[in-house]
Structures are given as structure tokens and as C-alpha cells.
């Protein structure tokens, strides 16, 4: 091997070497599918290439079967005959097991052949995973198209896909992938698509397997110009590197003019396209003394390559290491014969490549085996998900985004939706491998088994959304202490997209007694009096205000109680609940610490000084109707707040009113959807007149309670007033009703100011909640939903005040809606 002045490309001469590498005569690591064919008839051996073909049915989950007709003047054989097309969604993608590292030899074949009656030649696009490989035209090629490659999976699992470009329907007919001997046909970059393999002869054979061992496609090429030269003797060429074949070597041409050059002209698509050739020479003449042969190559005025005499029984394999341009789209090569020559140059066989680079990298390798055993755990079938899953963007799998630094870079999966996607079983495992999710929504599926504590490992993990399940067990301690963002109908997670403190959920914990003191200035300063205790005004951290119940030891809770609710009020989150930042429990001394809610109470609100208007009001039960309805609908096992009055309602500096002491009676169920309760529960004249006779307080009995608060924010009258006609609210507002007198129903302090349907729908919702049958009152939703109506109906009236819409925005109700976004 030599290189010349000013070589720009170096060839290189394999000479034949006696080893004995053995031959690869079966078909071992071959993948021949024939594509559309039943499974039924697979296995089977193609008569003429003696290849076994199978069908394509286990590497690809769509398209349909297709027969081409028959064409005149044309017998194809047998793969090429029945074909796979795809009607459905914009990517198909085959998926099939490789060796990583290994240079294949893929090829695929498409044959319309009017399968479908329409005569409508598709065009389409094939990808090799995420990159483009080529365009398919069979508008252009009528009779087939034949597209190959030699490429160097990256991974372990390739991708072929067809992709839809226009509003025809890609078919395909059959794949081919060939492993090839490692270290042949490596170009500088990227990967080398065929233009054409040729032997010089005039015969008409076409050489494949089982002639050539890798199943390469060698056609005769012969033009009037050359001589034709056969072998005059045995060419044994059996061991060389690139496996060719002996009868592409047995003949060979020549230059009829001995004194022209031996030339081949070629076209590329585009003038930038790089091309490699790879030349196949060796002597099959017996020369005399007195003859010589040699030539040198050229292609284009900048590369030259010389002189080589070829020698029996040597093969002389020449390619290009770095890629040429053309000049233009023409390419010539010509082999030019010395002047000291006495015989003209002579070719065997040649293969020319352009070079196709594959910038874009796949997705991260255990984000795609994480993902595909998820598809697979939960049975999705999906008509978008196949291919890579991020890449190439546009055509990004169904419920993933992802991240995408750069094309060298592989795209990692960022969030996961799989709402409503009719998914049962556990939240599987293979979650967890995806890495650097920041998102998780498994919302409305049915989902049922715990939450596990991998989803507090997962240290990308910002949201997670896993309401409208039927999960159950307990929450692990780990994930509650993460600083996640968990939408959730299972006990009671954080519904965090509006939550006004974030930092303060991060805190809670158990204090000490001391620490107690220390938060409220040693008792200083009351709050006021709660159910079992006194509440202090205290600080955390000297800076966020804590209102501080210690409970009276005289309390009905016993130890072990507490601790239990502790436990569960610790994990309840929701915008319309009061949080609990911590507790204390320490020997007798036991406390709960709360979120300070600045404004105090509703029923405080209601007969203060201030005159609160009709769309305050209303924003405020909605937003407590809505922590009620959480109460219920939100947690499993359900909370019933068993105290639910207006003194309960707290209210922010912003007027967001939050339910406070829910749970603390008990709260755990006994079975059912009832609750046996030993201890008397609530307060007179919210209490559910049902309670008197079964001594049980279901959800309903919070209903009957909150229509109790709903009739004191319509009248602002007492609950109970023994010198009224009737004591009861619930009695007289219905007294006052049979009478007709709305008028002097409503709070005289709204001055008539409200929309009148608004107050009637209120007052209506009021007493059906107060119904003495609990069957006949509603549940909280059907309140929140009756409620947010009124608000409507009022915000009608005013032109919808921007302050009016507070708690619309609020949007946490447990519908199909409930979509987290981190704010
Ligand atoms: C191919 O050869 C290279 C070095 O020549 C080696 O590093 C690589 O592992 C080989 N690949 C396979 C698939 O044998
Ligand atoms: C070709 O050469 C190899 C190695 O020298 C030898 O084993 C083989 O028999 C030869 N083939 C023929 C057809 O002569
Ligand atoms: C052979 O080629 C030479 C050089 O290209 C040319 O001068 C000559 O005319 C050719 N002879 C014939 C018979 O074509
Ligand atoms: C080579 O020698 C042979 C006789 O052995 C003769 O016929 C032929 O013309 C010679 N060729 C050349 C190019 O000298
Ligand atoms: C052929 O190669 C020889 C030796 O390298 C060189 O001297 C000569 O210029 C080359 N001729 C052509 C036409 O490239
Ligand atoms: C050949 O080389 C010249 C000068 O370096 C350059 O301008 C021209 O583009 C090259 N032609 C090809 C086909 O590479
Ligand atoms: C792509 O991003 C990676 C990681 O940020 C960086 O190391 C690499 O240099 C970038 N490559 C290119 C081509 O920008
Ligand atoms: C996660 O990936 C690791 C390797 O990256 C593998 O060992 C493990 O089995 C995978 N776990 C699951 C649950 O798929
Ligand atoms: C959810 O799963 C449970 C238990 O497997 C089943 O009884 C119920 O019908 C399922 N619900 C839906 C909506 O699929
Ligand atoms: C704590 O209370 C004492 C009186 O009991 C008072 O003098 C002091 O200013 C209070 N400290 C704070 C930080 O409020
Ligand atoms: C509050 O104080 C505790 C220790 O007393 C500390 O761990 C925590 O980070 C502090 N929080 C803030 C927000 O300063
Ligand atoms: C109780 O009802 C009587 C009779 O309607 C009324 O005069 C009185 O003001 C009410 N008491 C309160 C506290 O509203």
C-alpha cells in the first residue's frame, strides 16, 4: 500500500491471506421476514435463495395483511408477494434483537403491486430508530423499491419504522438483516447506503445467497466499451476479509480500446452527497513473460490512487477511508493504464456507498426498557408508542414529554401521563427506573394496592398524580416527607397546586414540650377554646404564626388515640383543610400545632361588625364545602368530620376560609361506611338528628351540619333560639318558608344586595342538606357543584368581580379535572 502526493484517498489492498477463519455457510444471525405473512404459514425456504423465511407478526404490534396482484413481466419471489401496510397512525416501527457493536446489513423491500384495488403508489419515509434512512418512492419505483444499509446498532434492540410523510398508506414486503464480519465496511461516519453492487459480466445472474454468504445483492453490469475476460484458471479466493464471492471474481473487464481507460459513471442525488467505493480487482489471466498490467485509478481531478498490478490468486480490495465528493451529481472513476503497461486495466466487481449520518441519539437505553415494561405491566396499547419514545420530537410518544440537551445527547423522559387509561393492577416497579421523571399522573385508572416508597427515592419527582383510584394501605412516611406536589384521592394527600404555604408542609413534625412553650411565648397569648383544649398564638422558627392546641388531660381522647389521628392528620393536605404542622406528645402533655388563619371564623365574621356580601359568603362555603367534599370523596378510608360547624370555618388574611378540627373525633372506620361512635360527638344543633336514634354518624351527618352553616350564612340568625317560634334554625327557616316569607329569611344586613336566584338556589341546597333522612340529602359534591353555581349566578349580577372568581380558580374537585401543574 502506498500513498501518492497529494492522496486525499487512501486506498487499501487486503491481499489474500491463507487463514482458516471458517466459513459462514448457514444463515446464522439472519433475520428474513417476510412481511404479511399469516403466522400460520411461517416457517418456510424460499426456493431460488434457499433463505428460511418467517413471518413479521412477532416484531411488530400493527398493520394489516395485504397480496399484491400479479404484475405482467414480472415473478417476484415469494417474501415479495404478500406484504404488511399500515393504515393506522404516523409511525409503524418493527423492533428486532441485534447484537450491539456488530456492523448489519439491512435491507427492506416494498412492492405495491395494487394490493388494495386502489392503484395508488404510496410514498413514505423509513427511519432507522429516531434518524431518517431514506425516502421510499414507489410512485417513482412502480415495480418495488429495494432499500439497504449497512449500520451499527447502537443498542441492542433496532427500530425500523415507516412513517407516514403524505396521505398514502406505507406498505412494506420484506426485511433482511445479515450480520457482517466485524471491521469491514467501517466508514469515518455514520452509515453506508447502497447505490449499487455490481460484477462485471455479461451474464444475467444475479449472485446472492447462498453464493455470497452475507446475502449481498450482486448484479452483472457489462457495457459495449469492454472486453470481457474469464478466468483461465481454478480462482481460489475463498479466504478473504470481505467474503466475496468467486463468481464475482471469475470474471472480469477490460477496456476494448487498450489504450482507453476502463471508465464507470455514476449519479448521486445531490452534489454534497460522500461516497465511498469499494473496488474488488485480481488477475485472472495467465500473463506471459513479456506482459504487464498496470494501472492507476482516479476519481475526479483530485484523487489518485497508483500504480497497482494486480496478481493471481491476490485480491486486491481498494475503497476509499475518507469519503469523496463527486463532481456535481456526476461521479466518474476511471482505471487508467500506465504507459509502461502492455495491458489494459481490468475490474471484477465494484460496491459504491453514500454516507448517511445518524445524528440524533436514541432515548436513554433504560428509560426505553423502563417505558416498554411499563406499556407491557399495563397492557397499553397505544398507536403512537412505537419507535423511540422522544425522538425525533415530532412524532413523541402519547403522555411523555421529554428533555433534550442536544442531538448527541440521549432524550431523557421528563413526565409520564397515563390518566384515564383504563390501567388496573399496582402501581408497578418500573416506575422507578425512569430516572429523571419530574412528573407522574396516574390519575382516574383503577389502580388499586398501596403507594410504594420507591416514589420517595425517585429524586427528580415533583408531582404526583394518583387520584381517582382505588388504592388503599397506608402512605409511606418517606414520600410525606418529601416536598412533592401529590395530587391524590388516597388518604388524603397534599393537593398542592395552590397552596399558599408550601414551606410550612415541610416542617411538620413532633416538637417537644419545651419547644411548645418556647413557640408560644409560654402560653402568652389565647387564640380562644377549642373542642378539648385551648389554642395559643405561637411561632416556628421565630417567623411562621401557629395557632397551638394543648389539650386539656381531661380530654375524652386517651393516648393511644391521638397518636393514631396524629398519624392520619398529618398526611391530610388540602387548601379548605387547616393543616397540622406537628404535635407534641410528650408524657401528659399532648398538643397539636396548626397553620394560623389570621381572620378567625366564619360565625365571628357573620356577627361582627363588618358586613360580609353575598359573593364573600358564598366564596367562603364553597371553599369550605369543597374540604369537606375532600374529607369524603378525597380520602380512603373517608373522614367524617363529626364537627362541622361555623365556628370551625377558619378564614386566611385572604378570606380563604379551611375547615379546622376535622378528625379529631374518631375517625377510623369500623367497617362499613358507617361509624360506630362511643363518644358523643359534635355540637347541638348541627348534630344529625339521625344520630339520636342509631348513635351513628355517616358522611351525611356532615351534610346535614354543613346545611346547617349554609342556613346561618343565608340568615346570620342563631342555630338554636328557644324564644322563636321554632328553636331550631333548620325548623323556623322551614316555618318561615310555608309562610312565604323569603324576605325575612335572608340576612337583613344584606341590604336585598344578591342575585335573587343565587340566594333562592342557596336557600334551596340549604334545606335539602338539613333533610332529618339522610338519603335525602345530597353528598358534598353535588353541594360544591350547587354552590359554585350560585357564585356563578351572583357573578352574573356584578360583572364577575376579580375577587369573586377566588375560589373558582380554585379548582381541586375530584372530577376528571384534577390536573396538577407546579406553579
Ligand atoms: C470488533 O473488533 C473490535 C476491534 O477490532 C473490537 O473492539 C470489537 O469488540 C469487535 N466487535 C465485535 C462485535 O466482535
Ligand atoms: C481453496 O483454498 C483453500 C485454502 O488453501 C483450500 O482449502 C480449498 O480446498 C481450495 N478450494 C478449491 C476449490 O480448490
Ligand atoms: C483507442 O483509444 C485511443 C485513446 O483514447 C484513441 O486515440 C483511439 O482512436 C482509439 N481506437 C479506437 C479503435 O477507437
Ligand atoms: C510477447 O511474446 C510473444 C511470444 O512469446 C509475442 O508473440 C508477443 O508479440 C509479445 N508481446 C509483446 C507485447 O511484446
Ligand atoms: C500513476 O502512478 C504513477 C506512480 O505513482 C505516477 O508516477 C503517475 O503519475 C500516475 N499516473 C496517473 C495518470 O495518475
Ligand atoms: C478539487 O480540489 C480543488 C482545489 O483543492 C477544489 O477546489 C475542488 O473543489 C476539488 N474538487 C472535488 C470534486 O473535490
Ligand atoms: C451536548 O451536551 C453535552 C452535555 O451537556 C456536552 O457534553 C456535549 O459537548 C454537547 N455536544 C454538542 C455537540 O453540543
Ligand atoms: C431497573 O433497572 C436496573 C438496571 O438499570 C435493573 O437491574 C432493575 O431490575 C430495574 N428495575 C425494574 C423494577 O425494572
Ligand atoms: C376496578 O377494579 C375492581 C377490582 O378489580 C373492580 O371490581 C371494578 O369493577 C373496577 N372498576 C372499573 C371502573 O374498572
Ligand atoms: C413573651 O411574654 C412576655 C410576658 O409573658 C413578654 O414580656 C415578652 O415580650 C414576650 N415575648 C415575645 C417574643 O412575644
Ligand atoms: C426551622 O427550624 C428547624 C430546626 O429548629 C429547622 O430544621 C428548619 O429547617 C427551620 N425551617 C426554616 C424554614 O427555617
Ligand atoms: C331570638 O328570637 C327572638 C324572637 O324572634 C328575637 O327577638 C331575638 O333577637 C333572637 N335572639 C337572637 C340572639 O338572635
Redesign the pocket.
Known sequence: MKNLRGLFLAFLIFSLC?SDFPQAQDQQGFINLDCGLQAKESPYTEPVTKLTFTSDSDFIKTGKSGKIQNVPGIDYIKPYTVLRYFPDGVRNCYTLSVKQGTNYLIVAMFTYGNYDNLNIHPKFDLYLGPNIWTTVDLQRKVNGARAEIIHIPRSTSLQICLVKTGTTTPVISALEIRPLRNGTYIPQSGSLKNLFRVYLTNSKDIIRYPEDVHDRLWTPFFIPEWKLLRASF?V?I??NEYDIPENVLVTAATPANVSSPLTITWNVETPDDLVYAYLYVTEIQSLKDNETREFNITAGPNVSYGPISPEESELYNLFNRSPVKCEGVTCHLKLIRTPSSTLPPLLNGIEVFTSVEFPQSESNTNDVVAIKNIETNYGLSRVSWQGDPCVPQQLLWDGLTCEYTNMSTPPRILSLDLSSSEITGIIVPEIQNLTQLQKLDLSNNNLTGGVPEFLAKMKSLLVINLSGNNLSGSVPQALLDKNLIIVSNYLCMILGPSQSQPSIETKKRRFTYAEVLAMTNNTERVLGKGGFGMVYHGYINGTEEVAVKILSPSSAQGYKEFKTEVDLLLRVYHTNLVILVGYCDEKDHLALIYQYMANGDLKNHLSGNTIMSWVERLNIVVDAAQGLEYLHIGCKPLIIHRDVKSSNILLDDQLQAKLADFGLSRSFPVGGETHVSTVVAGTPGYLDPEYYQTNRLSEKSDVYSFGVVLLEMITNKPVINHTREKPHIAEWVKFMLTRGDISNIMDPKLQGVYDSGSAWKALELAMTCVNPSSLERPNMSHVVHELKDCLISENKRTGGGKDTTRSLDINLSFGTDTKPEAR
Request: hydrophobic share 40%.
Open positions: 491463507i481454478l481460489n475463498s479466504d
